[in-house]
């Protein structure tokens, strides 16, 4: 199964500041099928985006995702309070979908 | 609005048996595939089983492969997921995830709030 690794572990930053977190598969990524999804404290997973790059529903311009193949990026162009959370990849185009371990975006 | 809302979750000792629910609204059950998907306390998401629309096959972790089963009622709008020989390492929430289409893409656009598993002596 494709193994995802996300770094850094925790990230720690203030509002306003730009985030960028990583998500490296062990194997490449078919038709890049890619997605993150954010989770806040008690709340469940919320879709961000998918195939890499497209934002789902409701995601904010401030959020963008790319890469391709092996290496993925979400960045966040100039963090809200409400955008600490931890963040989550996932390949859906192999089986076993898998995740990465996540991300913890937490307020310096 | 899409609604996922999961039940049965318990405290339960080990080599025992439990029932989830999760009751869907808001959009055409018997046209999308289901999964769910389970989160152990403080750590990440794993994948644990899939139903397409058709129900015709159903999908599994390795580690609940032969002890779990998904199922789905179309009728009443409800997923389920049997889960026998339970062990420890099975604690966890477990999500409701709807997926985007009928089969084959387990991108998930919908997630239920969960419900928590126990499994403890």
């Known amino acids: 199964e494709i193994v995802l690794t996300q770094s850094p572990g925790t990230l720690s930053l203030s509002p306003g500041e730009r985030a960028t977190l990583s998500c490296r598969a062990s194997?490449?990524?078919?038709?890049?099928?890619l997605a993150w999804y954010q989770q806040k404290p008690d709340q469940a997973p919320r879709l961000l985006f998918y195939g890499a790059s497209s934002r789902a529903t409701g995601t904010p311009v401030r959020f963008s995702g790319s890469g391709s193949g092996t290496d993925f990026t979400l960045t966040i162009s100039r963090l809200e309070p409400e955008d600490f959370a931890v963040y989550y990849c996932?390949?859906?185009?192999?089986?076993?979908?898998?995740f990465g371990q996540g991300t913890r975006l937490e307020i310096k | 609005e899409v609604q996922l809302v999961e039940s049965g979750g318990a405290l339960v000792q080990p080599g025992g048996s439990l029932r989830l629910s999760c009751a869907a609204s808001?959009?055409?059950?018997?046209?999308?595939?289901m999964s769910w998907v389970r989160q152990p306390p403080g750590k990440g998401l794993e994948w644990v089983a899939g139903?397409?629309?058709?129900?015709?096959?159903?999908y599994y972790a390795d580690s609940v492969k032969g002890r779990f089963i998904i199922s789905r009622d179309d009728s009443e709008n409800t997923l389920f997921l049997q889960m026998n020989s339970l062990r420890a390492e099975d604690t966890a929430i477990y999500y409701c995830?709807?997926?985007?289409?009928?089969?084959?893409?387990?991108?998930?656009?919908?997630w239920g709030q969960g419900t928590p598993v126990t499994v403890s002596s």
């Open positions: 194997q490449s990524v078919k038709n890049n099928y």
């Open positions: 139903i397409p629309d058709s129900a015709a096959n159903t």
């Open positions: 995830a709807k997926e985007v289409g009928k089969i084959g893409v387990p991108l998930f656009d919908y």
């Open positions: 808001g959009f055409v059950f018997n046209s999308y595939a």
């Open positions: 996932q390949q859906y185009g192999d089986t076993p979908t898998t």
